[in-house]
């Protein structure tokens, strides 16, 4: 009996496999029929006995528990064995929705990448284009300037020239009014 026992603690501690469970089913079976066969002898000796100690009384209280508690556990141990399988079951239902939607994530995930590879295209061709706008406006700009500078130049001689020949005008008027007086003079 106490090997019984010692082997049906250690399949308890074991935890719940199915095939240790077997095993543990068993070993209970095995008890609660040594135990019922323990009865049973009792019984047998204690009919030749006289019962006037309360301890028989006590002694048959303790069986009656016994077997009271034996056939709790047996229900205990069906609505554990039950509530394992759905427990299982459900943990299996979460770990199979929870792969799926790491699947879908996973999808989602790559089509993200391949629209922000995209976007990132999109902006680094802008970003390109705008750069190219802006040397294209710098040197539009600079050669404006060259062109700007030359004009300016140009304006400049072309101001000097008429100066010039304004001045060369007034002293040609100049002279010519000293020549006409010198030849009205000789003339008289």
């Not at 629209?115 to 706008?133: C, I, K, M």
Request: without cysteine.
């Amino acid at each position: 009996m106490e090997t019984l026992l010692a082997e049906l603690e250690t399949l308890r501690a074991a935890g719940p496999s199915t095939e240790w469970d077997v095993r543990l089913r068993t070993q209970e079976a095995d008890v609660a029929i040594t135990i019922g066969a323990l009865r049973r002898s009792y019984e047998t000796l204690r009919a030749d006995v006289p019962s006037a100690d309360d301890t028989y009384a006590r002694i048959d209280l303790l069986h009656e528990t016994l077997e009271g508690n034996q056939g709790r556990l047996g229900a205990l141990r069906s609505k554990l064995t039950s509530m394992e399988s759905s427990e299982l079951g459900r943990i299996r239902a979460r770990f199979e929705y929870e792969v799926e939607e790491v699947a879908t994530q996973r999808v989602e995930l790559e089509d993200t990448l391949g629209r922000a590879e995209e976007v990132s295209v999109a902006l680094t061709r802008s970003g390109f284009g705008r750069l190219e706008d802006f040397f294209a406006e710098s040197v539009l700009r600079a050669d404006m300037g060259i062109v700007d500078v030359y004009w300016s130049q140009k304006v400049d001689v072309a101001d000097q020239r008429a100066r010039m020949a304004q001045e060369r005008a007034g002293l040609l008027s100049d002279l010519e009014a000293r020549f006409s007086l010198i030849r009205q003079k000789l003339g008289q």
